[in-house]
């Protein structure tokens, strides 16, 4: 009877254990890309403009090491874009061995007033993941 709930108590610590755990954001690891492009897209005035292109290796680390802490949001994404903001950034992630086959992710604020100090990473149709604005805080183009 002792074994029983010894079992039964550390399956349920498993479960719980299993069910709490914050997921990651999936990223590329930064010496697979040869530059990581910036493009803001304001919705309302149907507008695109590049905003900067990182491809020293050192700047591509740091920026996936700042996006990289993501924990995933309660929220789904399925679509291919995100829905519900006027403004959003598009993050392509350019690979080196594979030219064809670039990822992308949108970094964007939340409408809320009161979240102001997140911003979000969608990954269409993988999730929508949340980081704190002031692990973002080298990237200047995102303070506008």
């Not at 802490?69 to 309660?74: C, L, P, V």
């Not at 970094?107 to 997140?118: A, F, L, Q, R, T």
Request: aromatic share 10%; hydrophobic share 30%.
């Amino acid at each position: 009877m002792k074994k029983l709930k010894k079992y039964s108590i550390f399956i349920l610590l498993l479960i719980g254990l299993t069910a709490c755990s914050k997921k990651k954001i999936e990223l590329p690891k930064s010496k697979d890309l040869e530059n990581i492009k910036v493009t803001e897209v304001i919705k309302e005035k149907k507008e695109e403009r590049d905003i900067v292109n990182i491809d020293k290796e050192e700047d591509i680390n740091n920026f996936i090491d700042s996006v990289s802490s993501a924990t995933k949001t309660k929220q789904s994404s399925i679509s291919d874009e995100p829905t519900n903001v006027d403004k959003y950034f598009i993050i392509s992630l350019n690979h080196k061995d594979s030219k064809n086959n670039n990822s992308k992710f949108y970094i964007y604020k939340s409408k809320k007033y009161s979240d102001d100090k997140y911003v979000y990473l969608e990954q269409p149709y993988r999730g929508i993941f949340r980081i704190k604005k002031e692990k973002l805080k080298d990237n200047n183009w995102l303070n506008d």
